[in-house]
Nanobody, 128 residues
Framework: QVQLVESGGEPAHPGGSLRLSCAASGFTFSRYSMGWFRQTPDKEREFVAAISWNGAYTYYADSVKGRFTISRDDAKDTVYLQMNNLKPEDTALYSC?????????????????????WGQGTQVTVSS
């Protein structure tokens, strides 16, 4: 069955960096686009970043553009989220998700409804 297991979340200071990883199994990873989303107790799950199946296209929420970088390693069936210049407002539970297909357009890559499997998440807390 499909499994997505995130890791790398931990407490961090403002201005710091973290790299999140999401190890995938149970499907042909290289055929699917992948995304990262985040959620806090008082907000709905929101889009953070996505990468197309071939790695050629990436999209970011405006709030993280220029600070976060999504990448994938198909040899390891893993998608990453490099997070730099962290801010307190980045505090959230970060989850990776498998897209239902192999889109390259921003609409199908950024909307939750186009993702069919989700990991449990890894907590990122940014505070001084």
């Amino acid at each position: 069955q499909v499994q997505l297991v995130e890791s790398g979340g931990e407490p961090a200071h403002p201005g710091g960096s973290l790299r999140l990883s999401c190890a995938a199994s149970g499907f042909t990873f290289s055929r699917y686009s992948m995304g990262w989303f985040r959620q806090t107790p008082d907000k709905e799950r929101e889009f953070v970043a996505a990468i197309s199946w071939n790695g050629a296209y990436t999209y970011y929420a405006d709030s993280v553009k220029g600070r976060f970088t999504i990448s994938r390693d198909d040899a390891k069936d893993t998608v990453y989220l490099q997070m730099n210049n962290l801010k307190p407002e980045d505090t959230a539970l970060y989850s990776c998700a498998k897209n239902e297909g192999d889109p390259i357009g921003s609409i199908r890559l950024s909307r939750k409804k186009h993702y069919d499997f989700w990991g449990q998440g890894t907590q990122v807390t940014v505070s001084s």
